[in-house]
């Protein structure tokens, strides 16, 4: 898997670089400080991830996903940033971004980032996705009364799933088969009309 790096600061690529090539079947081949040289990039490698800073100098890193989804639409965008504010995670999903990875987090969290967004899947930092959860959770706002029509046990499920629990770990938790937890799971999707997590926080804003 080919993966960009994108952030104006060398020394920072080169630490994310060496993170990159440790992980196997992922390989850094490209590097970029800037929008326009990253573009360029994108255009000549196709990578299967692009891995962008939020901050790059007077641009913003949020500004590259639109644009490579333009040039390369089945690259997928890893968004890294020092900032878990609400807002700003929103805006990354909703430009298209894959994950939204803290810079605060463990070096095994780059892995399990990348390994999610070649699956076409998303990932949120944990302390990114709790925020986000909370959205729904907090009584009488109008982005959560969406999920009104959740039943007690689905709303407990949607919980658990944005905190990074897999089916199994839910099952055992609740002792559940897999079974029912998949489907609990296909419901909540279907009653907010949306695929995935990701998609309940894009539905909110």
Do not use: W
């Not at 690529?13 to 990253?38: K, W």
């Amino acid at each position: 898997m080919n993966v960009i790096l994108v952030d104006d600061h060398a020394l920072v690529r080169a630490g994310i670089c060496n993170l990159v090539n440790q992980v196997a079947d992922f390989t850094v081949v490209g590097e970029a400080s800037n929008n326009l040289e990253a573009i360029e990039l994108v255009r000549q490698l196709r990578p299967h991830v692009v891995i962008a800073d939020i901050t790059l100098g007077d641009e913003s890193g949020l500004d590259l996903v639109p644009r490579i989804q333009g040039e390369s639409p089945k690259t997928r965008v890893i968004i890294l940033s020092m900032h878990a504010s609400e807002e700003l995670v929103a805006e990354a999903l909703r430009l298209g971004a894959s994950a939204y990875l803290l810079k605060e987090s463990a070096p095994n969290e780059l892995e399990i980032a990348l390994r999610a967004v070649v699956r076409n899947e998303n990932y949120l930092s944990p302390s990114v996705s709790k925020k986000m959860i909370d959205r729904f959770v907090r009584p009488a706002t109008v982005a959560d009364k969406q999920l009104d029509i959740l039943t007690a046990r689905q709303q407990q499920i949607l919980t658990m799933i944005a905190s990074r629990k897999s089916t199994k770990e839910i099952a055992y938790e609740l002792d559940l088969s897999e079974k029912t937890i998949a489907a609990h799971r296909a419901q909540i999707m279907e009653r907010v009309g949306v695929r995935d997590l990701v998609g309940l926080v894009k539905k909110s804003d």
